[in-house]
C-alpha cells in the first residue's frame, strides 16, 4: 500500500480563523513532508520531518505550524492566514530522508483563505 | 546545484498520437529520477522511475531511459489516451527532490 491520506479535501476559513490540515501514512516511511502548490506551478518545499523531528523549514511563516506527533501523522496547524496562501497543500512521505529515494504523495487539501 | 528543466507545454495531441515530453537534469551526483502525473483536482502520482543509469522505467504504456550522457530522462507514450490529460512532472532525487515546471498535455478525441 503506497497511499498518503490527507483530511480535508477542501477547506475555506477566514484570516482569523485557526485551522488544522492533517495527513497519515503507513508505510512505515520516516520522513514527511508538506509542501504548497500554486496554480500551473510545481510543488514547494515548506517542511520536512525526519524521524518525527522537524529537519528543514523553508522560512516559511510562523502562521503555518506543523507538528508530528508521531511517525504516521503530520499536522499543519494555521493561523491568521493572508489570502495569498490560498493554495493546494500536499503532505508526501518517503522511506527516509535525503539520498534517491521517492516521495508519495497525498491528494492535497485545497486552501482558501477569504 | 541540482535542477530540472522540462519542455514548456502546453501539449495538445490528438487521441492515438505519439507522446514525448523532453526533461534534462544537472546534478552533482547520482540521482534517482522520476515521472509523476497530477490529474485535475488531485495530487501528484509517481508515474514512474529510474534509478541508474540506462535504466528504463515504465507504467500504463509511459516509458523514460536514463540517459547520463545526455543528462535526460524524456517521457514517451506510442498512443495517448483522453484518460492521459494531466500535468506531468519530471523531478530528481539526491538529497533533496527537485521538480521540474511541469507540462499540461491535452488530449482530444
Known amino acids: 500500500d503506497t497511499e498518503v491520506t490527507q483530511t480535508p479535501k477542501h477547506l475555506v476559513m477566514g484570516m482569523t480563523n485557526k485551522k488544522s490540515l492533517k495527513c497519515e501514512q503507513h508505510?512505515?516511511?520516516?520522513?514527511m513532508y508538506w509542501y504548497k502548490q500554486k496554480a500551473k506551478k510545481p510543488p514547494e518545499l515548506m517542511f520536512v520531518?525526519?524521524?518525527?523531528?522537524?529537519?528543514i523549514n523553508e522560512s516559511v511563516p510562523s502562521r503555518f505550524s506543523p507538528e508530528c506527533p508521531n511517525s504516521s501523522l503530520l499536522n499543519l496547524h494555521l493561523h491568521a492566514l493572508q489570502p495569498e496562501d490560498s493554495a493546494l497543500y500536499l503532505c508526501?512521505?518517503?522511506?527516509?530522508?535525503?539520498?534517491?529515494?521517492?516521495?508519495?504523495f497525498g491528494p492535497g487539501t485545497r486552501l482558501t483563505v477569504t | 546545484g541540482n535542477s530540472v528543466t522540462q519542455m514548456e507545454g502546453p501539449v495538445t495531441l490528438s487521441e492515438e498520437a505519439f507522446l514525448t515530453i523532453n526533461c534534462t537534469y544537472t546534478?552533482?551526483?547520482?540521482?534517482?529520477l522520476f515521472w509523476y502525473v497530477q490529474y485535475p483536482g488531485e495530487g501528484l502520482q509517481l508515474l514512474l522511475k529510474?534509478?541508474?543509469?540506462?535504466d528504463k522505467g515504465s507504467n500504463k504504456g509511459f516509458e523514460a531511459t536514463y540517459r547520463k550522457e545526455t543528462t535526460s530522462f524524456h517521457l514517451e507514450k506510442g498512443s495517448v489516451q483522453v484518460s492521459d490529460s494531466a500535468v506531468y512532472f519530471c523531478?530528481?532525487?539526491?538529497?533533496?527532490?527537485?521538480f521540474g515546471a511541469g507540462t499540461r498535455l491535452t488530449v482530444k478525441p
Open positions: 508505510m512505515g516511511h520516516r520522513a
Open positions: 520531518y525526519s524521524y518525527e523531528k522537524l529537519s
Open positions: 529510474a534509478t541508474k543509469a540506462d
Open positions: 508526501a512521505s518517503s522511506q527516509v530522508q535525503g539520498g534517491s529515494y521517492e516521495q508519495y
Open positions: 523531478a530528481l532525487a539526491y538529497n533533496d527532490m527537485r
Open positions: 546534478a552533482t551526483g547520482y540521482p534517482s
